[in-house]
């Protein structure tokens, strides 16, 4: 019989749910046939895949904002990679395109969830990172959420990650004091000389309330927390009057084994008349292109920087790359790049 | 010389500031002449002295909303009185008038400060409770802070207090379900059937947990908390989307000598898109008139209805009243009644 061989999809499955940080036993490498797109699907061979904390949180077997991640499925992900076949409209092969494309090497997903991907503007990795849900995390969590005003104070924890450095250069655009907290002197040296923060405190080595103090010596408008933890509790206890907390993340519990970290401090909400609120990207979708422009025209113009680790070998390095978020080993939005043979 | 005998002032004064529950070595009782009344000031004698929760925090030497009641100062306490002397324009002497007069008998305060009392319509402890602060407290906290909607399900803690008992009842009113959380069967009942609340919860026999599943199978929509502690964990992790929590006060932790309780479920305002916020009820002084007005009608027409615990035998009695808020011994607004003679 004249056939043509199979092509090859490599995938990461879930194959056993974590206790505190994912190990190498949390996955499973499987190689099996790649699917073919069926109606309206749309083949994807993907290029670059987002790591997330918020993944620690899909391993979870709790009810939350999404399902968590099935034992034995793909693990959940955004890609961004090139059409390899397409039976939707509108989508040519050769077309790069963003999806929740999963850990895996040949996606095949509905062509109305997809979304093109302007190369000429940024290069793959920054519609991930600044131009992507992080951006778009840090543009709704500031704007929306906290309303900020110009002249304002802004804290941001994890300010060298991707949500945390757009929130303090979006701070600054707006005419904010903006002050960033990240672990080391380099991530430090980062935000102050490379993005224009204000001040930038380095809770590995300095003493972050007292930093705080000098830092924000008049206290904080508004905090955009993606770490939770004592560094939260730091914030609360210097929060201005009708101070906003922006509740995005807290990498520093999603690992925890024993009981989360509540902020003891919370009574500084009713001291301040302040505000804590939480905030999921995906109740503003159909704001997505509206702010996508926004950020896209002050990236253009060099107001918006972006940084990206590019993490190379493929999806075997995905679990390893996974832990470098916990570790704080990334500066800027961390992404794994495959390198696979279609 | 012809002297008249000088009258005579009974006063607490802060002697220690208490580690935990405040004790009688907290307090000095004091016997001092008393003033008389300068430019625009006014001389009450004092009737009824209100007992809140807030007066713990007054004790401690921390920056807060209000300064701390300094050591050897008489201690700070809304009360109602009667005039005795009056240099203030429109206030005339036998008037019953609310003011911040202090635990002590004879107080002299600014006219300015001074809110008339309508005993016609309600008697005077009352007018410490319901119709006074805490009845202002849910009313602000439940429509200006938790911007509560019809239909929706409204879960109040120290529901048998004055602010909780308030919160419960405007909820009914608005077309909401109010579910209540209180200690001990006979503050259970006495919100279901004579308050009308739609559920109680007693805390001190109840898996509070469960019950509240019981209570508010879909959900939680504003969570009023004045305890704190593990009901707002329990509150926490029943949250419906976009729900909204008040926070007012955490009596189960004004007097913890450790570290404060930090809610370890607070990432449920992440998962929910809901929020956290405290208030103060002197932010809405200018809104007050309105607000008793509308207060006072529902009074009047028997749709809000009020209770008051009065104990008698003078200030002498006020170290072991104000314990009493916190071993929970009060339904409905603690009041104490000064019986003094002139």
Redesign the interface.
């Known amino acids: 019989v004249n056939q043509q061989p199979a092509v090859i999809n490599h995938r990461i499955v879930l194959a056993r749910r974590p206790t505190g940080l994912p190990d190498d036993e949390t996955w499973r490498f499987e190689q099996v046939a790649a699917e073919e797109p069926g109606e309206n699907q749309v083949q994807v061979a993907v290029d670059y895949l987002s790591l997330d904390p918020a993944m620690r949180g899909w391993l979870n077997d709790v009810k ?2 999404a399902p968590p991640v099935a034992l034995g499925a793909t693990m959940r992900a955004q890609g961004i990679g090139h059409v390899t076949a397409s039976n939707y409209p509108g989508i040519a092969v050769g077309d790069t395109v963003l999806a929740t494309t999963g850990v895996q090497e040949i996606a095949v997903v509905h062509g109305a969830d997809i979304t093109p991907v302007d190369t000429g503007l940024a290069p793959a990795p920054t519609w991930l990172g600044t131009l992507g849900y992080p951006g778009l995390t840090a543009y709704f969590g500031l704007f929306d959420v906290a309303k900020v005003q110009p002249g304002e104070t802004v804290l941001v924890s994890g300010a060298a990650g991707a949500v945390g450095a757009t929130v303090g250069q979006l701070a600054r655009i707006h005419g904010c004091r903006a002050v960033g907290i990240a672990g080391g002197p380099e991530k430090c040296a980062w935000l102050r000389d490379d993005l224009g923060f204000d001040a930038a405190i380095d809770y590995k080595h300095d003493d972050v309330y007292r930093a705080l103090r000098a830092a924000a010596p008049g206290g904080i408008d508004v905090y955009f927390d993606n770490v ?1 933890g004592g560094t939260l ?1 730091t914030a609360l206890a210097q929060l201005r009057m009708h101070a906003r907390v922006v ?4 990498i520093s ?1 999603y690992n925890a084994t024993g ?22 990207i995906f ?1 503003y979708q159909e704001q997505f292109p509206a702010a996508t422009a926004r950020l896209a025209q002050w990236y253009r113009y060099g107001q918006l920087k972006s940084r990206e680790q590019v993490v190379a070998g493929g999806i075997e390095r995905f679990p390893a790359a996974l832990r470098m978020l916990f570790d704080g080993a990334n500066t800027g939005k961390l992404v794994l790049r495959l390198d696979h043979q279609g």
Chains 1, 2 share one sequence.
């Open positions: 939350s904002y939770g509790d509740i995005c993340g807290a519990q009981p989360v970290h509540g902020p003891a401090n919370y009574l500084s909400l009713l001291v301040n008349r302040a505000s804590m609120t939480g905030m999921l109740d």
